[in-house]
Structures are given as structure tokens and as C-alpha cells.
């Protein structure tokens, strides 16, 4: 079931941003460009130890007492951060905000410093001595599990964060010996989101309202507040305000509520001085969100036809020294294995998710999640079951894939996927891959070229169902949008979701023009405001399409439904009369009122207004997905790689994804979304780690040691369309934004492998490193 | 990540800079370009009490090419070699030179840096000293107690060290007629992420004395190797004959001079070096032109 | 001399480039790093493409510097409708930076092809767009065939 072309008027169309204009002409407002007289600037002193006892912080004499911040003098202001799963497999311990007596990891906060000016604040800071009597770290989160070490966290009898496992559909088939095995162990390298712009935040008082008033950096503005009025000691929510500015990227990194920002509101409550801290560069590599690392043991059973009866996964990942709040630390291995199984008609599946405490810097989201890492496992396995087999790569994918008759389709693990054809993305990818890369050229033997591919669904927009499943004590499921129209006849819709470069201005726009029959230009998205927008979820997890776009959806039906209430009473007709006309309300006698003369009668011609209709045209939808296991849009993505044998460089020569979100508002954003996505999914392929010494000190903490791909690393990346509706959303609309990152490492790893067979290599870690593969091709004989 | 107390002190002439340096001596460093110095400030690798900004003295961004010889005043930037006009009949290695500075990092650094600032911050995988070493260049010293000119050998000291005493301003690098005009040349920088240092870096130039073989990025600082180059001046012939062979001999050179070289380091170097020598090697009834990459 | 205006340079001798410009207003210039990678912070120092990260502020004393909000020719606003055509920024943080990068590269005149696009465009660190949308923007306005413009003159 594909969109009809010119279904929709607006919905569909490449509008150019709305968004741009700012950005362009420099007016854009980010954290650090509010303006706070009498700010004071926070510095952070953070610990240059891994895991220790910190006996004291020494200040020099000379120091103003009242300049510094510890332990001590936060702790009767602010609670520390408790993260946890309500799962009886989950180990909970407390996140302190100025570490008390002990250091997990290098970059945990100390001591926070204030000054007239940054540079002032980090040489208070720089004066500071941390004592700190240093212990042999945890730095490997699969040896702990066989050699555990002390742990991390007393009140805890060892340093695993949750160990789950289940067996789903028949335990027979992982002791079937008519059956063949295949085992791989993966690893993927510990990456973070990066952002360019860093987390960061104002907090002041409004000395007329009397309420704090929080700036933020930050991808979910109502659950900030929320957080903030909890952790606070004697402040009640509503005397709470945030605002999220513009916001230079999140991908995940602004979505946790880290110390930082609760810190800074417990000064400016204790003080009532206002407060700034911007992230830098190196702050942001020790103190946000860390994300992936992951150790796998992937064993794949199938039968000599291709079709894999069973999958058997364990997932071990690296969470850091605590859990962020709300994603904890078991995030990422919990996720991975509970969407590995992808869009495969598998039904025998036996995992186990286990997270570990190490003396690192806390895991939390990242484009993606857990979603690349279990593509990655499921995507690599395949590729060997098929180079077993002797089978083409997409002969078995499409042997074993779930077809479109099957749809909806329950996964073994209570995933409900909605629609989607899997076969012809596999096909169209395979398609555009024979017509543009073969055949493939082995230049004088020394580059080889390779063609991989990678197939994933992306689950997005779940609702409360998944939330309570995964034992979340938050359970999300609803987005909430008020429309307001103004006598001039221009909408206004606010939002609770936050777009940081995902457009929602445009899109929501969009989903409003279209049912309202009002141009783009007079509607107007607002967001990140909590004295405006009404309490939202914010955005992650790929959902603000689907949910705020419903809400938007709702509220607009809510004022189309008034405005011709209004029309069919003032113009004297029944309301099924009433016909629309881009954006006036025509009676059968041909007399019209457009929505500006609608919105004057119901707010200040009140004469017209007849009594039985409520005045005012400000209207609150509300959407909650019926299904609310999520959307599930997915892609294929296929790679054109050549690998220099003699250097062991990869060069990617053609990318393209096949992708599938359903119905699409905007597709100049949505294919932004999937390059941009891409690109990060390269930079964890390719050319990303952050690196930690076995004394665990993170080696990698400028961008020229952490290299994100430029363009010269991205290469032109050709998208090919599929649009199979939801049938359970508005519209058809399916959350998309982090698909783009989910399939690269898998695609980009089956690639390189396909390039380098006669070397017998099996690229089984991300990134993959110019010394692995030329290790590999020296040893396997080099010039074939 | 800002930059620590320091006190600028803008002198108004080289005289005045020197007498800026023999009074605050190592309480001072040189500000020209800053790409190099001012990254080094914010992570506090260094703290002087003050800088001594020499970034707006004109006498210092002269460039000379006449003469036969090269020279760079210290405020000449890197983008200022990859811009070199052509002219006719210029030596032969000013292409390699214009190529080599396109190769830097990136054009906003390249627009700011400067030659000797960069060869001064000696950093080891830095490409400078790199071009300097393997052209043989001298680099002329200042104080008030006079001038000094020095090889790079004597230059420098290790990594990221130099034999410029704390009184002294570096205030030009000069490159001989003869060494700017080899009979042919190559070059070949591996790099993983575009701007990053250099993975592996090699120089190959050929004279009427013979070949030479240059590696720079590794090891405390850049070297020829001897044996490679030496067997290159003995036997006439096909590239591919000899290939292994020099291959072979350039490792051993290579694991000579930087005994901690792991194997695929190793064989990724002498495949640079061969990936340079390509471009240097005489083509077919075109022994006497002129070749380069 | 910032975006055409005389101001008295009023910092301390510590002050970045980049710091004084955001003091006096020009928010455009963004840290994105501090250390000369990423390229938000990139300004036009007499006509020259710079990181204002790397500079110190005393060293600008006689120097034009030109921001974001300080290109207004034709050039410029040829570029800023191809970005928007091309959906060449989606979080807007790197944006400036890039901008004054694409704009001192078309000023040059000379013609580009994708490549070169993307070897001179290197030093600009994107996290959301994957680049496709800024080079293809440059792309455009380079293929109207601009002719080369004496930046000093344009400052407004």
C-alpha cells in the first residue's frame, strides 16, 4: 500500500525550513548566547582519577569560600540521582552529584567553581587539589564478568548492573544436530554522540513570577522540570520554568538529566544569583553519555537451505561507572537483544542482556541505541551463514525474511510490527548495487572492492506498553499539542516535543496545513517553553513525528471542528453543509468566513457568537497511539567499498539506502535525516573510539584523537523511497531519525569482508582499524 | 578549555621582540600563526607567563625565491607555499612544496599557520621538519647576542624540542638552489581522517649524487633511509624488480632507526615510501626529463 | 574593524578572537570545540578564512574581521537561499562557520568540482547533515559563475 502521488496538498512537499532564516542570519539563540547580567560563570573541577577514595579537596587560603561548591554544601539542596529499572534484575545505586568519597570515573564532577567570567571560573577551578587515594580500576566490562573486582558501588555485590535472559519458541532447536552452527564473538567500540554544540545551562530567578527559571540545553523541557522539582529540596514544579533555546545538536547526549544542570538550579535557589555553565569540548568527552561498546557472542542454527531455525545471543556492554537517568546503564545491551532478531521470521531465540559497571564514564543514548549494535550482529552472522553456505548475501536475507502477508507480526520478543515489505528493499538495494558497482575492479591487485549490505527495522514512537515492559519508572505514551488561532487568522501550535534540527517547525507546519487549509507561513511552531507548550515527552526516540504530529493532527481537527461549528451557525446553514475551501468555510449560499473572521467572533464579536458555542479558539489534542508498541519504518542499507591492501584503508565509493518510514511530511528533512544518520553510522565504522589507558584514563579526548567523519570521510549517499504506510498512526507516519545510524557499521563490516574473502578475513569489530585488516592481508599472504 | 593568565607583549619591531625574549627568556613564548601554540595553552600542555606577538611584523613575512634559493620569513604561512605563483623555469621542488603545504591540516589553519612556526613546534608528526630535513634547509636564529644558523640535525632536539635558546627568534628558513632542484621527486602522506597528522609520510628525492628516501611521522624525527636510498643509486632498471628487495631494505632501515615499530607499522612505511619512489621513478625513454609526482 | 564598524578592542590580553566577537554581540561565532578542529568559530580576518579559537584577540588590533552578520552581498545572499534549497543545515550550530568557509572559497572564482568542494571543506565539522546538502549549496552557487569579489570591499 504505497502513498497515492497528490494525496496530500501539503504533507509530502520538500518545503524548504522555516528554521533557516535564524541560523542564517545569525539570530539564532543558543545557552551560551543568553543574556544574564550578573551571571555567574561555573566551572567544574572533575576527577583526574578513575576509581578511588577521595580523601578531601584541598583550597588554597586565598580562595573565597563562598566561590566553591562540594559535596557538602549541595547536599542540602538537591538529592542524588537515583536511576534504576523497576526490575528485581536490576542493581540499583545512587549517582552522587559532587562526589562524596568516591571517584568512578575520570571526568565525574567534584567541585563546581563560580566567577565573573568562564576563564576566571576554570583557573579557581585549576587551583583546587583533589586528594584522592587512587584504586586499580575496572576497565573490562567481559573479563569482570568471569574475574570480578571489588565493586564499584558499596551496597552492591558485584558490578553487574542487570542481567536478563530469556528463551522464546522452542529450547529443541539449540540441541539440534541436524542443525548447523555458526558462532562469531563482535565487539563495537565505545563512541559518543558529539554534538557541536555541548550541553550547557542558565539558571536564574524571575524576580516577577518568583519562579526559577531554567535555560537548557536539553531534548525533553517538561521531564527537566519535573526532574529538577524532585530532586530539589523545597521547591514545588510549578514555580519552575524551562526554556530550551536553539539547540546545536542531541542525538541522545541532551536527553538524561545529568548533575549539571540540577546543580546549578540548587545555586541559583541557594544564592539567588543567576548561573551559566557551558560544556566544552573536553568536558563533553568525560561528562556526557558514552554509548555502544558492546561484547557479543552471536551463534546463528540453520539448515543447509539457508533458513535459520534459531538465533542464540549474548550481549555484554561496558555501562560506565553509574546509571544516567532515565536510560540507566542497562540501555544498550537490553535494547540490542530485543530487536536483534530485525525483520526476520525467526521464532526460536535464547539471549541474555548484561550490563556492567566499570570505572568509565556513563552509557546513555545515542542515535540509535541499542538498534546498531543488534543489526550488527544479526547482519554480520548472516553474511557468514550465506559465505558458509556458498549463498548470496541477499538469497538468504530474502529466505528468511518476514513477507508482507505476515504483517502485522508479532516478534519472538512482543515486538508488533505494523506493515513493510522487506523483500523489495532487499531487492531494490541489490538492484541499484548490480546497475552502479559491478562489476567490481581488483586494480593491479591491490585494492579490492567489496559490496556489503545490512537490513534493520527501527522501532520508534513506542507508547506506555513498551515503556512498562523495559520497567521503566516513567511511563511515556502521550504527546500533547494546543492550537490557538488569533483574530488575524494565524495559528500558533505549541508543542511539547523539541526538535534540534529535525525540522519540526517545518513539519508540524505541515501536519497543520494540511488539515487546516491555513498556508505554512501563518501557522507557527513553538517548542521547549514549559510555561507554554503543554507537558510533552520531548524528542528521542524517533517519535515526534508520530506523536506530536497526532496531537497536532488532533488539535487542528479540534478548530476545524469549532471554526465550522462557528461558520455553520453565524452563516445560517447545517454543519454538514459546510464546505472547505483552502482555508475558508463556504455555506451553500456561497457565503464564506475565513479563519481570521471565525477567530474575531469567537473572541471578541461576541455578539455573533451564538450562546450555544463556547467563545475562545485555543484547543488542546492529545494523542496516544492505539498500538503503542511503536511504528517500525526500516531500510536497507548497501555499501560500495575499496580496501587498499598494502595500507589497509577502507574508501567508501557508493552508498545507498533503501528506506521505508511510512508517510512522508517532508522529504528534504527526511533525507537529511537518514545522510545525517549515515554519517554518524560511518564514523562508528570507520573512524571513531574512544580509547581509555588500562589505568583508565581516556586517551581520546580532542577531535583530533576522536575523529567524527568530514566530508571527505561521507560520501554522496543515494536514497531510493518505499512508502508503506502504518496502518495505526496519523497519516501513515513512522518515526525515522535514527535509522540512518542503525545499518552502517553491519553494512560497511559485511563490505569489507566481502573485499577481503581470499584473505579468509571476517570483519568482526567496529571501527575497524587499518592495522587489524593489514594485519589480516599480510598474514593471509598478501598480492593475490 | 580557555586560555590560561598570560600577558601579551606586542613588539614594534624584531629588534624590540628580541629584547622582549632576552628579558623574560623562558617566561616567553613566540606567538606567530598560534595554530600550534594557542591548542597547547588550553589544555594547559604549557603556561607561560606572556607572549611575545610577533603575528603583525612585516619585516617577517618576506619570501624569497631569488637567487636560486628559497627563503621563508617566519611569518610566512602555509597557505602562502600552497598559493606560489608559477613562474617559468622555477625549481623543480617548488611544486613539491606547494603540494606538500596543500596537504596540511585544513585551509582555515593553513590560512594562519606559518612554516617556521610549524618547524619550530617540532612536533614529530608535524610536516615540516619533514620537507626541511629531507631539503636540507637552514634556519636562521636572532638574539641580541647575534646570529646562528642552524641545520635541522642541529635544530632539533627531539620531540617537540628545540636547540633555540629561550633569547633567540627563529626569523627564517633558506633552502640551497641546489637541493631545490632535484631531477625528480615524489611524496606520499597516508592519512586516516582528512587533517589529521600524518599516518605515514615519506619524501623521495633524486639528485645527480643519487636518490634519497625521507620518512617523517614517526620516531623522534624525521630520517632517510640508507640502505633503500643507497641501493636505489646502485642499480639502474625496472621499479617492479627491485621492488621487494627495497622493500625489505627500507623496513630494515625503518626498524633501525625506531626499534618499537610493530611489523604492519613497519610494512606500511616502506609501502609510502614505494608509493613516493613511484612518482620519482624515470618513465620509459624519459630519463632526463624532469619528473615528479 | 568588526562587520564594517570601528569598535575599540576591549579585552584582556587572555581574550580569544572568538571570545571578544561574542562579547561584543557577534553570537554567531560558536565553540565548538576550542582547539582549531571543528570550525564554528570560523571568521574572515582581512579576507581570510580563520578559527577566531586560535586567535588572540590583541593580535586583531589592526585587522578588518568579518562575521556571519557581517556578509550581506550579493554573493552571500546567494549562498544562504542554496543552503536553504539544499537543507544544507539542520541544527544551525556549525552553520556559520561553514558559511564563512563556502564563502571565502567562492570568492576565489574559481571553478569547483565536488571534490575540490569537499577537500576545502574538510576543516568544518558537521554532525547532522552528512555534508551532501553544504556541498551541493556551494555546488550551485559556484556553477552561477561568480565572479571573484574583493572581500575587504564588501563589508557592510
Not at chain 2, 15 to 26: I, K, W, Y
Amino acid at each position: 500500500m504505497t502513498q497515492a502521488p497528490g494525496q496530500y496538498k501539503v504533507i509530502g512537499t520538500p518545503l524548504p525550513r522555516v528554521e533557516d532564516q535564524r541560523h542564517l542570519n545569525a539570530t539564532a539563540r543558543f545557552v551560551a548566547d543568553i543574556d544574564c547580567p550578573g551571571c555567574r560563570e561555573v566551572a567544574f573541577l572533575r576527577s583526574p582519577v578513575a576509581f578511588g577514595r577521595l580523601q578531601e579537596i584541598i583550597l588554597p587560603a586565598w580562595l573565597d569560600a563562598d566561590s566553591v561548591w562540594t559535596a557538602e554544601r549541595i547536599e542540602p539542596l538537591a538529592k542524588p540521582i537515583q536511576a534504576g529499572l523497576l526490575r528485581e534484575e536490576f542493581n540499583q545505586a545512587p549517582l552522587p552529584l559532587l562526589a562524596r568519597d568516591r571517584v568512578r570515573y575520570v571526568g565525574e564532577l567534584l567541585a563546581a567553581v563560580t566567577a565573573d567570567t568562564r576563564a576566571e571560573a576554570e583557573d579557581l577551578a585549576e587551583s583546587l587539589q583533589p586528594d584522592i587515594e587512587p584504586f586499580p580500576p575496572v576497565m573490562d566490562a567481559w573479563d569482570e564478568l568471569s574475574k570480578p573486582s571489588t565493586p564499584l558501588h558499596e551496597g552492591l555485590a558485584s558490578n553487574v548492573v542487570m542481567r536478563i535472559g530469556r528463551t522464546v519458541g522452542d529450547p529443541d532447536c539449540f540441541t539440534d544436530a541436524k542443525l548447523r552452527t555458526i558462532s562469531r564473538r563482535f565487539s563495537m567500540g565505545r563512541i559518543l554522540a558529539s554534538p557541536l554544540e555541548g550541553r550547557g545551562c542558565v539558571t536564574c530567578f524571575d524576580s516577577k513570577s518568583g519562579e526559577l527559571v531554567v535555560y537548557a540545553s536539553h531534548q525533553r523541557p517538561h521531564l527537566l522540570r519535573s526532574f529538577l522539582a524532585e530532586q530539589l529540596y523545597g521547591i514545588s514544579e510549578s514555580d519552575i520554568r524551562v526554556i530550551v533555546p536553539d539547540v546545536g545538536g542531541g542525538f541522545g547526549a541532551k536527553s538524561n538529566f545529568y548533575a549539571e544542570e540540577l546543580i546549578l538550579a540548587a545555586m541559583t535557589l541557594a544564592t539567588g544569583k543567576p548561573h551559566r555553565w557551558t560544556e566544552d569540548r573536553y568536558e563533553h568527552f568525560v561528562g556526557s553519555n558514552h554509548s555502544r561498546q558492546h561484547e557479543h557472542e552471536i551463534k546463528a542454527y540453520f539448515d543447509g537451505s539457508g533458513r535459520i531455525h534459531a538465533i542464540q545471543a549474548k550481549v555484554v556492554v561496558d555501562s560506565g561507572a553509574y546509571s544516567s537517568k532515565t536510560s540507566t546503564g542497562a540501555i544498550e545491551a537490553n535494547m540490542a537483544t530485543n530487536v536483534m532478531l530485525g525483520p526476520y521470521d525467526i521464532t526460536n531465540y535464547k539471549f541474555e542482556a548484561i550490563s556492567v559497571f566499570t570505572n568509565k564514564t556513563p552509557v546513555g543514548p545515542f542515535r540509535g541505541v541499542g538498534r546498531p549494535a543488534g543489526c550488527f550482529a544479526m547482519e554480520r552472522i548472516m553474511d557468514e551463514v550465506a559465505h558458509e553456505l556458498g549463498m548470496d548475501p541477499i538469497e538468504l536475507r530474502l529466505k528468511n525474511i518476514i513477507h508482507t502477508d505476515q504483517f502485522p507480526y508479532t516478534t519472538a520478543t512482543g515486538l508488533y510490527y505494523d506493515s513493510g515489505d522487506y523483500g523489495e528493499a532487499l531487492r531494490k538495494a541489490r538492484a541499484y548495487a548490480d546497475e552502479h558497482w559491478l562489476p567490481l575492479r581488483h586494480e593491479g591487485g591491490r585494492y579490492r572492492e567489496g559490496i556489503g549490505y545490512a537490513i534493520y527495522v527501527e522501532q520508534a514512537a513506542h507508547g506506555s506498553v513498551e515503556w512498562e515492559r523495559r520497567g521503566s519508572p516513567l511511563v511515556y505514551g502521550h504527546e500533547a499539542a494546543r492550537a490557538t488561532l488569533s483574530p488575524d487568522g494565524s495559528l500558533t501550535l505549541d508543542v511539547g516535543t523539541l526538535g534540534h534540527g529535525q525540522g519540526h517547525e517545518t513539519s508540524l507546519a505541515q501536519v497543520a496545513a494540511e488539515i487546516t487549509g491555513l498556508p505554512v507561513d501563518a501557522i507557527r511552531v513553538r517548542q521547549g517553553d514549559t510555561a507554554r507548550a503543554p507537558y510533552g515527552m520531548g524528542s528521542v526516540a524517533s517519535r515526534s513525528m508520530v506523536m506530536a504530529g497526532g496531537a497536532v493532527a488532533a488539535a487542528c481537527r479540534l478548530i476545524v471542528d469549532k471554526a465550522a461549528r462557528i461558520s455553520a451557525a453565524v452563516l445560517e446553514c447545517e454543519e454538514s453543509s459546510i464546505k472547505r475551501e483552502d482555508n475558508a468555510f463556504v455555506a451553500p449560499s456561497g457565503k464564506r468566513l475565513d479563519y481570521a473572521e471565525v477567530a474575531s467572533i469567537a473572541l471578541v464579536q461576541l455578539h455573533r457568537l451564538p450562546k450555544h458555542i463556547e467563545p475562545g479558539m485555543s484547543e488542546e489534542g492529545l494523542y496516544r497511539p492505539k498500538v503503542e508498541t511503536g511504528t517500525f519504518s526500516y531500510g536497507v542499507h548497501a555499501v560500495h567499498v575499496r580496501v587498499d591492501i598494502l595500507t589497509g584503508m577502507v574508501k567508501i565509493k557508493g552508498y545507498v539506502v533503501v528506506e521505508d518510514c511510512g508517510t512522508v511530511v517532508n522529504p528534504l528533512i527526511v533525507d537529511g535525516q537518514v545522510r545525517g544518520g549515515v554519517a554518524q553510522g560511518i564514523g562508528q565504522a570507520l573512524y571513531e573510539e574512544l580509547r581509555y589507558s588500562s589505568e583508565g584514563q581516556p586517551v581520546s579526548v580532542t577531535f583530533g584523537e576522536y575523529t567524527v567523519p568530514s566530508s571527505m570521510e561521507v560520501p554522496r549517499i543515494e536514497i531510493i523511497h518505499m512508502n508503506t504506510p502504518s496502518p495505526f498512526s496519523e497519516f501513515g507516519m513512522k518515526g525515522m531519525g535514527e535509522g540512518g545510524a542503525v545499518g552502517p557499521p553491519a553494512a560497511i563490516a559485511n563490505a569489507v569482508s566481502n573485499a577481503l574473502r581470499p584473505w579468509g578475513v571476517s570483519v568482526d569489530r567496529v571501527p575497524i582499524r587499518p592495522d587489524d585488516l593489514l594485519q589480516e592481508t599480510m598474514d593471509g599472504g598478501g598480492l593475490k | 578549555m580557555k586560555i590560561p593568565p598570560v600577558e601579551i607583549r606586542s613588539p614594534q619591531s624584531v629588534e624590540q621582540a628580541l629584547s622582549v625574549l632576552a628579558r623574560l627568556g623562558s617566561d616567553a613564548r613566540i606567538l606567530a600563526g598560534g595554530q600550534s601554540l594557542l591548542p597547547m595553552l588550553r589544555y594547559r600542555v604549557i603556561n607561560p607567563y606572556a607572549l611575545v606577538d610577533i603575528s603583525r611584523l612585516k619585516e617577517l613575512r618576506s619570501l624569497q625565491t631569488e637567487g636560486g634559493r628559497l627563503s621563508l620569513g617566519a611569518l610566512v604561512t602555509h597557505r602562502d607555499i600552497e598559493q606560489l605563483p608559477t613562474q617559468e623555469g622555477e625549481p623543480s621542488a617548488i611544486d613539491l612544496l606547494r603540494r606538500h603545504a596543500a596537504e596540511i591540516a585544513f585551509r582555515p589553519i593553513r590560512n594562519r599557520g606559518t612554516v617556521v612556526g610549524s618547524l619550530l613546534h617540532a612536533d614529530p608528526k608535524g610536516d615540516w621538519p619533514l620537507m626541511f630535513f629531507a631539503l636540507a634547509a637552514q634556519v636562521e636564529l636572532r638574539s641580541l647576542r647575534g646570529i646562528r644558523h642552524l641545520s635541522l640535525h642541529e635544530l632539533i632536539a627531539g620531540p617537540l624540542q628545540t636547540k633555540c635558546a629561550v633569547d633567540e627568534l627563529a626569523v627564517s628558513v633558506t633552502v640551497s638552489g641546489e637541493r631545490l632542484s632535484p631531477l625528480a621527486w615524489g611524496r606520499s602522506k597516508l592519512v586516516h581522517r582528512a587533517g589529521e597528522y600524518a599516518m605515514c609520510s615519506a619524501i623521495v628525492l633524486r639528485y645527480e649524487s643519487g636518490w634519497e628516501c625521507w620518512v617523517g611521522a614517526l620516531g623522534d624525527c624525521p630520517f632517510m633511509l640508507k640502505t633503500a636510498s643507497a641501493m636505489l643509486g646502485d642499480a639502474p632498471g625496472e621499479l617492479p624488480d627491485m621492488e621487494t628487495k627495497l622493500r625489505e631494505a627500507a623496513m630494515q632501515d625503518l626498524r633501525m632507526n625506531v626499534p618499537e615499530l610493530t611489523a604492519v607499522e613497519a610494512y606500511r612505511h616502506a609501502q609510502n615510501v614505494m608509493d613516493a619512489l613511484c612518482q620519482a621513478w624515470p618513465r620509459q625513454g624519459a630519463e632526463s626529463e624532469i619528473q615528479h609526482g | 574593524m568588526v562587520n564594517g564598524l570601528d569598535v575599540p578592542l576591549a579585552c584582556d590580553d587572555r581574550d580569544t578572537l572568538a571570545d571578544v566577537l561574542r562579547g561584543q554581540g557577534a553570537k554567531s561565532v560558536h565553540l565548538g570545540c576550542e582547539h582549531g578542529v571543528c570550525g564554528a568559530c570560523n571568521v574572515l580576518i582581512d579576507g581570510v578564512c580563520t578559527r577566531s579559537c586560535l586567535v588572540m584577540a590583541r593580535s586583531c588590533a589592526d585587522s578588518a574581521v568579518i562575521t556571519l552578520e557581517g556578509l550581506k552581498d550579493d554573493l552571500a545572499q546567494r549562498l544562504r537561499q542554496a543552503f536553504t534549497r539544499n537543507h544544507a543545515l539542520q541544527c544551525g550550530y556549525c552553520t556559520p562557520g561553514v558559511f564563512v568557509a563556502a564563502y571565502e572559497i567562492l570568492s576565489a572564482g574559481k571553478e569547483l568540482d565536488e571534490q575540490t568542494v569537499r577537500t576545502q571543506m574538510a576543516g568544518n565539522i558537521c554532525r547532522c547533515t552528512g555534508y551532501q546538502g553544504i556541498v551541493d549549496a556551494i555546488l550551485e552557487v559556484a556553477a552561477e559563475r561568480t565572479v571573484g569579489m574583493d572581500i575587504q570591499e564588501t563589508a557592510i
